[in-house]
T-cell receptor, first 115, second 115 residues
Framework: AQSVTQPDIHITVSEGASLELRCNYS??????LFWYVQSPGQGLQLLLK??????LVQGIKGFEAEFKRSQSSFNLRKPSVHWSDAAEYFC?????????????FGGGTRVLVKP | NAGVMQNPRHLVRRRGQEARLRCSPM?????VYWYRQLPEEGLKFMVY????????ESGMPKERFSAEFPKEGPSILRIQQVVRGDSAAYFC?????????????FGEGSRLTVL
């Protein structure tokens, strides 16, 4: 069974500083990987996804993520955070060949942005 | 272009009562997923439905929980005889295709509080 670990529960970063959120997955085959963002009281919005091809994936809002098979990681980065990036971020893995789009989510990383 | 619509957004029930949560998928989407988010945790898959069919209910508790997606109308997640541990945010997602390369679109969630 697949699993996703986000080691950092909380991260505090200053506005304008860079941000990196860690994600490690466990899956027996090629995973489909996703990053979602959840603002307080809201649903989840897809930031980016990786299926195949270029291992550096560009997403919305200036985010990017890099798939590293050797490290089973899919870390999310942003060069310069804005106060509006304060939210909770979830990494998720999809099961290749399974019926439907069932995703396994990590526990999330809550990002606080200091002025 | 309406997204995934969930209602009610907030629901308060006393122990032993029933909770019904509704989800209307995006227009043109015939695949619906329910996820549960317990406080301070990530989302956990509950059930995957297509019109009139339950495809995967491997994440549903064995008792008191049921889901349906009728030919007409929204998908319903029903929780009978609620207990305090059912307090959570319940998210519905929809997709256009069963392929797991398709994007999941999430609603804003229904937050259930059991007193």
């Amino acid at each position: 069974a697949q699993s996703v670990t986000q080691p950092d529960i909380h991260i505090t970063v200053s506005e304008g500083a860079s941000l990196e959120l860690r994600c490690n997955y466990s899956y027996g085959a090629t995973p489909y990987l996703f990053w979602y963002v959840q603002s307080p009281g809201q649903g989840l919005q897809l930031l980016l996804k990786y299926f195949s091809g270029d291992t550096l994936v560009q997403g919305i809002k200036g985010f990017e993520a890099e798939f590293k098979r050797s490290q089973s990681s899919f870390n999310l980065r942003k060069p310069s955070v804005h106060w509006s990036d304060a939210a909770e971020y979830f990494c998720a893995v999809g099961a290749l060949g399974a019926a439907g789009n069932k995703l396994t989510f990590g526990g999330g990383t809550r990002v606080l942005v200091k002025p | 272009n309406a997204g995934v619509m969930q209602n009610p957004r907030h629901l308060v029930r006393r122990r032993g009562q029933e909770a019904r949560l509704r989800c209307s998928p995006m227009k043109g989407h015939s695949h619906v997923y329910w996820y549960r988010q317990l406080p301070e945790e990530g989302l956990k898959f509950m059930v995957y439905l297509q019109k009139e069919n339950i495809i995967d209910e491997s994440g549903m508790p064995k008792e008191r929980f049921s889901a349906e997606f009728p030919k007409e109308g929204p998908s319903i997640l029903r929780i009978q005889q609620v207990v305090r541990g059912d307090s959570a945010a319940y998210f519905c997602a929809s997709s256009q295709t069963e392929l797991n390369t398709g994007e999941l679109f999430f609603g804003e969630g229904s937050r259930l509080t059991v007193l």
